[in-house]
C-alpha cells in the first residue's frame, strides 16, 4: 500500500484539486490530498500526500514558501493577476531606483490584507465566490513574514522578484501593495513556487515523469516528518501507542510544544506531543496513529 508524497511541478492553467485528481488517478485513484493551494495561473512546488500520509498535509501548509514571481506593473485587476478584468493602467513608471527600494521596504513582518478573489471562509462561503457574486468583501489583515524578497530583473513595466515568504503570505497581495507603494499598478503574471519548507525545486517532478514511473518519484513519509524529533518506543508501549493511551515518561522529561514523530525500529507508529499528565508526570500523548502500523503490530 502506497503511503508517501511526491512534489508535483504543477502546470500553469489547473486547479490544485484537478492536479491531485491527476496524481491520484496514476495510483489507481488512491486517496490524495495537497499541501498548500496553488492558483490556477501558478506553476511549481504542490505536496501531493497519498494513502495515510494525507493525515499529515498540515505539515506543509504550515512550512514556509520561495517563490518566483514576475508583476506588471502598468495595470490592475480585480483578481490581482492575469486571470481577472483590468480595473486600471498607468501610464507612468517609477524609475528602477525607486522599485530597488520599495522592494526592500517590503521584506520583515508586516500586516497583509488577502484578495477577495481568494479561498477563504467568510461567513461559510468562500471570499471568490462573494466577490464573483459581487457582494462586498472584507477580508481583515493577517500577519506575515517576509524572510527575503529581492529583485531578480527590473525592466518597467516588468518586474520580476524572489520572495521567501512564511505560510499565508499572499503573493499577488505583495504585488498589489508594491504597486500601490510606487504609484502604480501590481499585476502578477507569473507565479512559480521553488520551495517549501526544506524541500527545493531539484526536489519536484512533472506529471509526465509520473505517469512513465510513479512509484520512483513516491517519496516514504518518514522523509515529510524527518524533521520532527523521533520517539523510539519498545513493542508494549508501540501498541499501547496505537491503541490511542497516554504512555508515562521519566520525570525528567522535558515537556514542551513540539511534535514527535514516534517509531518502533523503523516502523513509523505516528505522531505525538509530550504534556504533563493528571498526576504532574510527563505523558506521551499520541496525535495521529496510522493503521497500517496497528495491522502489523496488533493485526486490527
Sequence with gaps: MISGFVLLDKQSGISSHRAVRDVSRLFDKI?????????????????VLLGEATRFSDIGLGADKSYEVCIDLSFQTDTLDTEGEVTERFDHMPESAAITAAVASFGGA???????????????KRAYQLARAQQEVALP????VVHEIKPIEIAPPMLRLSVHCSKGTYIRSLARDLGQSL???GCVTELRRTGIGKWT???MVALEKLELDGTEAVRPLQQWLDDYPALELG???????????????PD?????????????????????HISTGLHGTPVIRPHKTLP?????????
Excluded at 486517496?31 to 505536496?47: N, S, Y
Excluded at 513493542?235 to 515518561?249: C, N, S, T
Excluded at 522535558?254 to 517509531?263: A, M, T
Excluded at 497500517?292 to 486490527?300: E, F, H, K, P, V
Design 201 to 203: 525545486a531539484e526536489s
Design 292 to 300: 497500517s502500523a496497528r495491522r502489523m503490530l496488533i493485526g486490527t
Design 183 to 185: 504609484g502604480v499598478g
Design 235 to 249: 513493542i508494549d508501549l508501540a501498541k499501547r501507542f496505537l491503541f490511542g493511551q497516554r504512555l508515562p515518561m
Design 141 to 144: 489583515p493577517r500577519r506575515i
Design 252 to 272: 525528567d522529561t522535558q515537556v514542551d510544544e513540539r511534535e514527535y514523530r514516534v517509531l518502533f525500529g523503523e516502523l513509523l507508529l505516528g505522531t505525538a
Design 110 to 124: 508586516q500586516e497583509q490584507t488577502p484578495p477577495i478573489y481568494s479561498a477563504i471562509s467568510v461567513d461559510g
Design 31 to 47: 486517496k490524495a490530498g495537497h499541501a498548500g493551494t496553488l492558483d490556477p495561473l501558478a506553476t511549481g512546488m504542490l505536496p
